[in-house]
Structure formats: C-alpha cells, structure tokens
C-alpha cells in the first residue's frame, strides 16, 4: 500500500457516508478512509455483505463503522430514512455516491420496464438522495463534499449502451447544476467519470486491454479529486481526452462505428 | 463477451493452460454458491503463481478468489488475523507491518493468497525455525460442495485439516484462514551475504547460520568441476528496530511482451551468473526493506515473461539430509553439463519441524529449485533425468512448481496421497490432480 496521500491524513476523524457500500470502487475508497482513521457508514442492500465489509474496515484502522441495510433504489420514504442515515452519524463530511445498476442494453431495448429500471436506480434514485444530502448538509456551513460517481457512458449516447448512458448523463447534469447551486456554500460537488473497471459489474466482459483499471485506481483518483477541489475528473485520466474525440466524433463518421 | 466454452488460463510458468468456464465471486455467499454449481469440477485459483497445473481445471470451472480480500477479524494485541482466502500476503503485510506484525512464513514472492499459501503448504527462507505456513494456521473455512461449511484446525477435524493443508485446494474450497502471525520491531531486514567456493561451503555455511532465521542460497548452475555449487548465501534477520513501514505498492518495472527466447540463451546465463557471483560478500550486515529481501523479484512486473513464449519449468525438490551432498552434486552435474541451465539454482536447508499437511512438500533436507527455459523434448528429459536422482535418494518434487511429474513419481514421494484422495471434495479437481492419480473426472 502506499503511503496515505495528503486527504487521505486529512480524512482522519472525517465520517464518510457511503451510499451502495458493497460496490467494488466505493469498498477501495472506504479502505484507503479507514486506513486513514476515518468513520464510516455504509449503506447498501443485504446486511451480511455490509458486516463484512464492516470488519474488513474496522481492522483496517477505520475508527467506527456504522451499518445500514436499505434498498437505495426504493425512493419511498426518502426524506426519513435520510434523515435517519444522518441522525446515526450526524452529518458526513463526505458522502460518497456509488451504486449503480448497468444492466443489459439488449435487454432493456425489449423492456420498458428494464429501461425503467435502469433509469430509476442510476438517475431518479441519486438524484433524490443528491438533493437529500445536499440539504443536510449546507445547514451548518462546513465543509463537505459530496462525490458522485458518473461514467464516460454519459459523454454521448452510443447504440451500444445508451439507456445506462443517458441516466449517468441525467445524473452528470443533475451534479453540475447541483455545484452550481452550492457554489457559494462551503460543499463541494465532485463528478468521478469512470471507463471500465475491473468490478463484478463488468465481470462478463472482456477484460483484456489496456483501458480497464483496477477499483483501487479509481478510488485514487477519486481521493485526489477531492483534495485538489476538482470539480469533474476522469479516471484514469486518459478517458478525457478519449471521450473528447468521441464528443466531437462527426455523426455521419461516428454512426458508422460499434461503439 | 467471454466465449461460453471458457477463458483459457496459463499458469506461472506458461508451459501449462486450459479453458475452464471462470467465475470471479464478489462476496462469501457468492463462493458458497458457486462450489454448490457442479455439472464439472470446481477448482479455487488465486493469483495464478503455481508454475504448472495445480492451479488449473480444464473443462471444468475455476473460482478466482481475489475478490474475496477482507479482513474477517483481527487482533492487533495479540497477532491472530482471520481473512479471506483472496487475500494476498502482500496485502495482509500492507495492513499489519504498520502495527508490528509480520506473516510467520512467506514463499518468495507476496503475490500469493492465503488460500493458496494453504493449498501449497508454502515456505519461506525461515523454514528452519518456523516450519511451513500451515504451521502457523490456526483455523480455516472450508466450502463443500454437499453445501456444508466445515471449521477445521489443528484440533477441530484434525484429520481433515492434515488433509487440507498441502491438500492443493481438493478436499473444499477455503473461504477463511485464520493464522498467527509474528511480532516484529521494525519492517527492515538486517541481511548479509557470504560466497561459497563450492557445494561444501553451502553446507557448511547453513550449519554456521542456524540462529539466522532466514537463510538461502543461490549458485551459478554452469559452474563445474571444483567450482561446482559456487554461490552466495543471503541470511537475514528482522532489525531489533527501526521504521514500520509496508513496501511500496508499485513494481518498478515491467516486462511488456515476450522476451526472445534468444535473451535466455547459454551465454546470457553464463554472464549473468558470473557478474551476479561478483557482487559484494561478507562485512557486517546492512539494513534493507522487507521486500528487498524476501521478495527481489516482485519489483518485476511479469517477469515469468522473460523466458520467451514458450515459458519455462521449474524444477524444486527435497531430498533427506543424509542424502543432500551426494544427490545436490548430482543435480548440479547434470544441470551444468546439460548446459541449459536457468539463471540461478536456489538451494536451502530444510528444518525438521513437521508440516502439518499430509502432501506437505517441505521435509526435512535440501530443497533444490531451478528454471528451465522450455526448450522442448531435451528439457522434458533433463527433468525427467533430475527427478530421478531425486527418488532415488528418498526425496520429492514439489506439485507447487511441477508441471512434468509422472504418477509413478507422485506416488514415490507421497505415499500418503491416498488420504488425501479419501477426504477429497467429489466436486474438486485439478489438472495436476487428474495427470498424477489417473482420476478421469
């Protein structure tokens, strides 16, 4: 491991509120806050996984996890069960944005109720719980970041995965107007674009090649994100490029790829 | 997409692959489910550092375990760590040398889970003193596939945990390890070097090193004649005390693609073991990291790559140590003549702790490794040719690192094989397992 990098010392004692725990970047994030003495609440679906999660971080160094065991995606009764997330640990000083479902085009081509699907888990639900946390937490005037984790798939839609793409699109802008809106407030919202990575999402995937990177990379990134107040990053760093040719990619050319 | 017939896996050495249909489980339950699948056997694969067919299954389904890193519990005041079997001992020292703990054993490189430290009965340079990895575990988890999870341990299921440790991933999965480590001061090594002039000064020197804890020598496998068995002895200690530092996390180079085999060609040896016998010896012992010491080659991403596309074999094997002078001599005669001698011969004296494994490899003696570049059938004999001289006088090759060995020679050096067989999971199986007990599964 190496040695922390300047936030992660400065997450000492931070609480780190980490929507969709089990997902493969959102547990290196956690271990490189715990190695670093952070507390942390986990949040996420079955509460098994979120035990071992737990003690993983705890004898990591984490100073105290709390667990939560709550569909994320079900938006009932949202404004509660925030506000009970936050009553457990008082107000994060990072919450950190990381479920997300990325389903099967194919699939959802055939399915309105997929399509659906896709689009409530990774836009409708994250959305709701941006504006959530975004609320808790202005109140006090602190510094507070909120990461969210979005996907070069939102860059441009592609017939290859458009409907996953287009919700992290929705999601991209949500955040934008979001850090807009708390310019003058004391949170900070940061956009973590991934490309692919090597997590049981994308386990049935072809994983040979050069672009795939390692969760721990992306929690990197994420981390130096934060300390730097970087407003959207790509990770690792060369998808921006990559994903500035396909933005600008002529439709006639781009239409004729597989993209 | 992956092709529904399967991935093709190489392990280590490159000369062994298979398709096996892979599944990489996320979580404990996961696994569980997964050993539960069985329409073809199941085989656990680590980090993939065996060099031959033990960590394959063609045609049937190999589980990766890296996923399944967590620290399931840990005492930092008294050093008893349980995690699962994904976990790598690099990883486990990333957490623990910060808190002044070190593994009680590791083979030489970090790059191997804990499930396969177990499945192989590992040792390290310390083997002298601490015995093997099994050793050192207290407890572990294992997945059946009749859907039962079994704890066993030097005292719980005794017999089954005999068969486990060494038992090469066969009689379970194992979802768990539960070991003790070892207290240390500091993360540095106080290491020194000697030369040997030739194989009796091996001897010699690793009777003179007894209260070093870690001990190995390396020799110019192309000398011959009175030069035979030229060559260095590194024996180190942990620092009384000093910085807690974990190594760094980046290897500092990389091998891209395949080296020509050329690269590898007698020549090269021969240079190489020249200009490596001429680095400095003797004097007081200096201060390096851990991973300088324990692990000089993981600083080279890959580099079982150096041997070109054809890959490499290794050789290792134990013989007793009334046995060692003459069938060491042997060895080195018949590498060195042979002329297609690998870059360096590992030699190590064996301690007389018992394994608790019933395949344990390590026993007490002389362990002898080596790698030979594949250079077809005149390789194949020279192995063949080596394990010989090693059956001959009572020793063993080690499954670990074998790719070659008949069942007649598996059979001679591990009698007790059957036991193993007897505890065995019907649902696991290995490609080494199938080659050396004629189990058509």
């Known amino acids: ?259 | 997409m992956i092709d529904p017939a399967g991935t093709a896996t190489t392990s280590w050495g490159r000369v062994s692959r298979a398709r096996s249909r892979v599944a990489e489980p996320a979580h404990l339950d996961d696994l569980a489910r997964a050993v539960r699948a069985g329409d073809a056997p199941v085989l656990a694969h680590g980090m993939g550092r065996s060099y031959g067919d033990v960590c394959l299954n063609g045609g049937g389904h190999l589980l990766r375990t890296g996923r399944l890193d967590r620290i399931v519990a840990a005492d930092w005041s008294t050093g008893v760590v349980r995690a699962e079997a994904g976990l790598t001992i690099g990883g486990l020292l990333s957490v623990c040398v910060p808190r002044g703990w070190f593994v009680p054993v590791t083979p030489g490189t970090k790059f191997v889970t804990l499930g396969g430290a177990v499945a192989n009965d590992v040792h390290g340079k310390n083997h002298h003193g601490m015995g093997t990895f099994g050793c050192h575990v207290r407890a572990l988890g294992l997945l059946r596939s009749d859907g039962e999870t079994v704890e066993v341990g030097p005292e719980e299921r005794p017999h089954l945990f005999a068969a486990t440790v060494g038992g090469l991933g066969l009689t379970g999965v194992i979802a768990w390890v539960e070991i003790q480590l070892q207290p240390v001061r500091s993360s540095d090594f106080k290491a020194q070097t000697l030369r040997l002039q030739d194989l009796d000064g091996f001897f010699r020197a690793a009777e003179d090193s007894q209260d070093w804890p870690y001990t190995v020598a390396w020799v110019d496998c192309l000398a011959a004649g009175r030069r035979l068995g030229r060559g260095l002895f590194n024996r180190g200690r942990h620092a009384p005390d000093g910085p807690l530092l974990p190594h760094a996390d980046r290897a500092r180079l990389k091998v891209p693609r395949d080296a020509p085999s050329a690269l590898l060609g007698p020549l090269t040896v021969r240079l190489f073991n020249a200009a490596y016998s001429r680095q400095p010896a003797g004097g007081e012992p200096a201060r390096v990291p851990y991973g300088k010491f324990l692990y000089p080659l993981d600083g080279i991403t890959d580099w079982n790559r150096l041997y070109g596309g054809r890959g490499f074999f290794q050789h290792q094997s134990v013989v007793p140590t009334a046995a060692a002078p003459r069938a060491l001599q042997k060895l080195l005669e018949l590498t060195s003549s042979e002329g297609q001698g690998s870059f360096l011969v590992v030699l190590k004296m064996f301690g007389p702790r018992p394994s608790p494994g019933i395949l344990s490899f390590p026993r007490e003696g002389a362990t002898f490794a080596l790698d030979l570049p594949n250079r077809g059938p005149d390789t194949l004999r020279l192995l063949h040719r080596m394990a010989e001289v090693v059956l001959a006088a009572g020793g063993r090759l080690y499954p670990a690192k074998d790719a070659t060995m008949t069942a007649e020679q598996f059979r001679a050096g591990f009698p007790r094989w059957r036991e193993v067989e007897s505890y065995r999971d019907p649902a696991l199986s290995s490609d080494f397992w199938r080659r050396v007990t004629g189990d058509p599964a």
């Open chain 1, 1 to 259: 491991m190496s040695s922390p990098s300047p936030a992660s010392a400065a997450a000492a004692g931070k609480t780190v509120l980490v929507l969709g725990a089990t997902s493969a970047i959102a547990n290196a994030f956690a271990r490189q806050r715990a190695a670093a003495g952070g507390r942390l609440v986990l949040v996420g679906r079955q509460q098994g996984r979120l035990d071992g999660i737990a003690a993983d971080l705890t004898a990591r160094g984490a100073a105290a996890v709390a667990t939560l065991a709550t569909d994320l995606a079900d938006m009932d009764e949202a404004e509660p069960r925030f506000a009970d997330m936050v009553a457990r640990l008082g107000p994060p000083d990072e919450v950190l944005l990381a479920y997300g479902v990325l389903g099967e085009q194919a699939a959802a081509q055939d399915s309105a109720d997929e399509t659906r699907r896709l689009i409530d888990v990774n836009f409708t639900s994250a959305a709701l719980w941006l504006q959530l946390a975004a609320k808790h937490l202005v109140a006090d005037g602190r510094p507070r970041t909120l990461v969210v984790i979005g996907s070069v798939a939102g860059d441009r839609g592609r017939q290859s995965n458009y409907v996953y793409g287009a919700a992290k699109a929705g999601l991209d802008a949500f955040a934008e107007g979001l850090a807009h809106r708390l310019h003058r407030t004391n949170v900070r919202v940061v956009t973590v674009k991934p490309g692919f990575v090597d997590t049981p999402m994308t386990a049935h995937l072809d994983r040979s090649g050069p672009l795939w990177a390692k969760p721990e990379a992306i929690a990197g990134a994420i981390d130096r994100a934060v300390s730097k107040g970087q407003r959207i990053v790509y990770a690792p760093w060369f998808w921006r490029p990559v994903m500035t040719a396909v933005r600008f990619a002529p439709r006639p050319l781009f239409y004729k790829t597989k993209l």
